[in-house]
């Protein structure tokens, strides 16, 4: 009898055994799929990239060093940063970051593209959200894929959290926003992998003396400041201005200021600790809301929804949303009218400081006919 | 046939000029002295816009956000700029019902003082909601003058406020455009 | 088929395998799900069944070592210990019986923000207490569990209003006050509510016949080691100590359960880690259904669905809404319910204090903790006392929860009054 149960529990015991080393080998391909690099095509402009480690040397050898791409004018001029895929689940800032990357020629000035800010976001997904692995572009010649990360930095490279985090500026967090890249600055020298980036970002913006530093983002339709400037006390006329501006070329954007008792965000603490003007711009995102319907790749790209256009209905959103949604090639289109407007007002409020890009990509053509058309074919 | 397309076409004319009349008899010129002081009430970043269009319109302008009463010496017209941003009442370290006793406190000594008032709301229908609408409530009838962005007006909410007070409204599309309202303003 | 669909189906499909067919929870939410991601015409989705389950990686990790260092306390003679020294200080004393044995069991949730770490430490320590001082056994769960609820909201460290305050941009400062308004008064109404009608005064002699071994003149002070070990190394963490090492929930009970290797009554430490991995593999087993199920809602657009339908209740239902749906979605877990309805309704209340109603809101949602089939608080509650059925336990939190509950949708209702004293 006992020979039986015996026989009876190894057999349960390997069955088991056997499915779960199925299941980790056949699932954890897919999850490996996430560490394959996107494919930036390096534009004509570029002068050199450079890793984010050159700033901070610590951060070498780490999934938390990224690329930077660096355009160098003729003349002198003013110095610009812009950040992409801090977030990796706001795709509008990645590919924001790399149409410029692909498309600018710098004459003065110089500029810094960092399109996966935090570079390990990019190789896992949120559980619990459902969302794709990655997403499609349609360029004339062919898809090009990109990854859709998570909003933090993998545990897997960054764990485990602590119970509450207090950030490098001393507010406290709970312990997941420890791998939110954007409540880790100003950064630590000897912090966690994110707050290791982040210090590596605020060095190169001290080390390069950037003049004007943008971070891209996205925000769910339901977040209060959406479509919006968000910008450091040091830049408020620069960015009454843009606003003014954008207003004339036919885009809505909600101007605010940033919160001097909300720790640790790019807009406060670059403004604080560097003399850059800090700017972060909001597109809205229906994809990593909490009110979206069946997450999918279409979500992302055509940003329909119509969980969120009931929510519109009933007054329950911070932007408008219709049937048409607000597809990407909208939110890139913003992305890149509002950086152009900055870079056109800069000069009037820094005298010499002035940045000329040729090549600039046109927002309103992104917006009729998708950002595919300022990307390279696939290689 | 052709004469009464003429006929339609001219009595259109006639209707579209008596309407455009109508709206410039809104028009409000030189009533508002210098030098001025523009505040936000709600704390929005509108009161940034309101200050560059200040400049531009080569108006002598201090911009202080959050204001107190004790600023308002030597000033001949008090601006305030409406709209609640709850990012911008965290900047200020405020919260609405402190913003609201600060403005009313100001808007109090404002009255004392025969300082007019100009209220601007320049951010549109997204500046809206019921926390910038109790502000319009309160505060819109001590102005002498208001200009507001068209979209911010899709209710009705200023025109109805504005006629009751009988305070003159201009409306204008966009915040750039309240440019020259305002520059025609003051003397 | 339609999103609302695949919830029934998947709702249907769970309630068949774990009621007709008596399959274990964990194992008929897991099919659940897998027939969810068919139905929704994702195949059997596997990447998401096991991305889901990792949603509750660090909960199990935390679950695991926890039940591991009380396995060592009641081995090592600590347990009996500090039972002994309770009955002595209040065995007269009803009372302060009550309230202290409540706020020892709130204290661990105070400082990790979590209800199962306080349920599975202190409120394991004091059980045998209030059991042998006349409470019934599912009683005593149910104080253990609506202590560590009220310990999870309890300042100085509330994860559910933190998450909350992350999604609306408010900083986790000044919330003390508001939280122990709704707290102090729910700490003292629960306690004596559950504990005051059973537990009875006893003279000494009963007392002594009562009290299990102490094992202090053998050991002496070392016997509380593996509990100083967890309590100073999770202050550190909470508090933010320079130099005090970051090392998660999970490594400091098990560093509390090493160090009792060597304090107290010697055991054999892989038969005790053994033990405690089988007596936590039913909620484990749950844990990782739940993560898969909720993952393929997602990804069919059931949670969206679910989300929008008590969202756009009518205003007047609002409060309702907030009332039924937050602890309902706790199902999933409480921090869930904070971020994924807390959030919104924060913002559908924008015009009020919002560290007034994220602390109400948290004190909401923490009642997710009793929600079937997670129940983390219940269910643990119910294993420190030994009963099988934890729904015995859930009975007796019912009212309790009514009083958190009605606590939060006054606070929420009072927020313009109490906005003025804050």
Known sequence: MSFITIKKETIKGSILFLSIILISFFSGKQFLQMHKKDIIIQGPGISSKVKLSVYFPLLKGTPGDTDVYVFKGKEEGGNLLILGGTHPNEPAGFLTAIILIENIHVDKGKVFIIPQANHSGFTHNDPHEGNPQRFPIQTPEGIRWFRYGSRLTNPVHQWPDPVLYVNPSGQKLSGAESRNLNRCYPGKAKGNLTERIAFGITNLIKKEQIDLAIDLHEAAPEY?????????????????????????????FRLEASPKNLRGLSHREWGDTTKVKAILLESANASHGRLKGKPSVALIIDGKDKNYVKASRIGRLFVPFDEKGIPLKVRVGRHVAAIKAFLSNLQEVELGKGIDITNFPSAREIIEHGTGIYLEPPK | MKKIILSIFILHFFIVSALLGQEKKDEVINIFEQPILITSAGQSAEVQIASVLAKRAGLSAALSKAAFANELKGIRTLVIVLGVSLKGLGAAGLDISQETNRVQILVDDAQRKNIPILCLHLGGETRRGQLTDDLINTFLPFSKMAIVVESGNKDGLFTSICKENHIPLIVVERAVDALQPLKKAFK | MSEVLIVIFMVFVFALLAMVLKLPIGVSLAFSAVAGAIAG?????????????????????????????????????????????????????????????????????????????????????????????????????????????????????????????????????????????????????????????????????????????????????????????????????????????????????????????????????????????????????????????????????????????????PPVFLYLGIAMSMPLFGAVSAFGSASILGVPFILALINKNAIITSSALSAIAGLGDLMPPTALAGIFAAQVVKEKNYFKVLRYCLIPALFELSMGIIILLLAPILDKFI
């Not at chain 1, 006390?233 to 070329?249: D, I, P």
């Not at chain 3, 389950?53 to 003679?77: H, K």
């Not at chain 3, 308004?181 to 059973?198: E, F, H, N, Q, T």
């Not at chain 3, 089988?278 to 990804?299: D, R, W």
Request: hydrophobic letters at 55%.
């Open chain 1, 224 to 252: 209060p400041v959406i479509n919006a400037i968000v910008f450091h006390e040091n830049s408020a006329e620069l960015a009454a201005l843009v606003y003014m501006e954008l207003q004339m070329e036919g885009f809505e």
């Open chain 3, 41 to 313: 015409g994702e195949g059997i989705a596997l990447r998401h069944l096991v991305e889901g389950s990792f949603g509750y990686f660090d909960t199990i990790l935390i679950i695991v070592s926890a039940m591991i260092f009380m396995r060592v306390l009641l081995v090592t003679g600590t347990l009996d210990t500090i039972t002994a020294i309770l009955l002595k200080t209040f065995y007269k004393r009803k009372f302060s019986l009550l309230l202290t044995v409540m706020v020892l069991i709130m204290f661990p949730g105070m400082i990790t923000g979590s209800s199962t770490t306080a349920v599975l430490t202190t409120g394991a320590l004091v059980a045998p207490v209030l059991m042998k001082m006349g409470l019934p056994k599912v009683k005593t769960a149910a104080f253990i569990a609506m202590g560590g609820i009220l310990g999870m909201i309890a300042p100085p460290v509330n994860i559910l209003v933190m998450i909350m305050g992350g999604g609306v941009d408010m900083p986790y400062v000044g919330l003390t006050l508001p939280l122990l308004i709704i707290v102090i008064p729910l700490a003292i109404i629960i306690s004596l509510w559950i504990g005051y009608r059973d537990i009875k005064i006893i003279d000494y002699t009963q007392m002594q016949l009562i009290l299990p071994k102490s094992y202090t003149k053998k050991y002496g002070f070392a016997l509380f080691l593996p509990l100083f070990t967890v309590f100073i190394l999770m202050l550190g963490e909470s508090l933010s100590i320079p130099l005090m090492p970051k090392l998660g929930i999970p490594a400091i009970f098990l560093l509390g359960s090493l160090v009792g290797l060597f304090c107290g009554r010697p055991f054999n430490f892989f038969k005790v880690t053994q033990e405690a991995a089988k007596e936590a593999m039913p909620i484990l087993s749950i844990l990782v259904g739940v993560g898969m199920f909720i993952q393929i809602m997602t990804l069919t657009g059931g949670r969206g669905w679910l989300v929008m339908s008590f969202l756009s209740l």
